[in-house]
């Protein structure tokens, strides 16, 4: 659905490959399964490596309005194929945590909302006990780092507009795991999250166990900055002071590549925030380009006390 948003189409990549095996679970998931799966609805947008499609319209913000080729063919396959259950399939930003814990949202999963009070109906609630069966699979292997999405309602969303016409939906949110920008352990995650997804789909919903279990995922948090430089001297003004700021990366395709790009993005202020990676400045000079302070906006290339050097957010010296 978005084209900058690639790792959930990895994962579920790795899917059609095991079921093209001949393994016990595949054969019963083949079985006992009827799939159709769209692996990239906005190809345009994956092409140029961006949110939008080629007309720059956001497709998750069309499902109302229906403006779009590509969500016109969405929602006409939705109502040829009647599915029992709908997944949609995102990634998520380095931003997020997960709330009380200052580990990244590797996964996120959300039972979108099906009115704006954000009540439980029996769509939401099946969407919510496939949610925690993939839950209980991947918790051991990312204690603390699995999240439950904001399910603030917005009927153009795909999800929520899929909610209301009574298909339980289950939103993916691919995050960030430790050091791994290109996802390889996230998708993987994705991929596992999938294949248990279809080992346990019961018709009768307990809502007290599922709703309470449910409710138990830590919900997402913006904690999150790629960089963090902590106790760094500035001098603004002509006055001394020490400060933190951060850096976030941006992805950008060069020559068909992505390049990751720190860009400083917050300056003060970060009490509440982790880095990725974060490094103590010990109270010496920040300098770039003949300026001592930090500007948001700006590459994250810069020295500290011209002994630390820092190059595109990283420390090289």
Not at 56 to 83: H, S
Not at 110 to 129: I, V
Not at 209 to 224: A, D, S
């Amino acid at each position: 659905m978005h084209g900058n948003e690639p790792t959930t189409t990895k994962g579920l990549f790795d899917f059609f490959n095991f079921l093209h095996s001949d393994s016990e679970l595949a054969t019963k998931i083949k079985s006992n399964y009827t799939l159709l799966c769209i692996p990239l609805l906005n190809p345009d947008g994956a092409y140029v490596y961006t949110r939008e499609n080629a007309n720059a319209v956001d497709l998750n913000r069309d499902a109302v309005a229906e403006t779009q080729p590509e969500m016109q063919l969405l929602k006409r396959i939705y109502n040829l194929f009647k599915p029992d259950f709908c997944y949609n399939l995102h990634d998520q930003r380095t931003i997020f945590g997960t709330s009380d814990y200052n580990l990244p949202a590797t996964i996120s999963f959300l039972a979108p909302a099906f009115d704006s009070a954000c009540t439980y109906n029996t769509s939401r609630l099946k969407a919510a006990e496939v949610i925690n069966t993939m839950f209980e699979v991947l918790n051991p292997y990312l204690p603390n780092q699995i999240g439950r999405f904001d399910d603030s309602f917005n009927l153009n969303c795909t999800g929520d507009y899929f909610m209301t016409q009574g298909t339980p939906t289950i939103l993916f949110e691919a995050g960030h795991f430790n050091s791994d920008y290109n996802r390889e352990e996230s998708r993987k995650f994705v991929f596992i999250a999938l294949i248990s997804s279809f080992v346990k789909q019961n018709e009768n919903v307990v809502v007290d166990n599922v709703l309470t279990n449910y409710l138990r995922i830590p919900q997402n948090n913006k904690c999150f900055f790629d960089f963090i430089y902590r106790n760094v001297k500035i001098i603004d003004n002509n006055v001394e002071k020490i400060i933190n700021f951060a850096a976030q990366y941006q992805e950008v395709l060069i020559a068909d590549k992505i390049e990751f790009v720190a860009i400083i993005s917050k300056i003060s202020d970060l009490d509440n925030y982790f880095g990725h990676i974060e490094y103590d400045c010990e109270s010496q000079l920040f300098s770039s380009e003949g300026k001592h302070f930090p500007e948001i906006g700006v590459k994250a290339t810069f020295n500290i006390n011209n002994s630390m050097f820092f190059h595109n957010g990283i420390k090289i010296i």
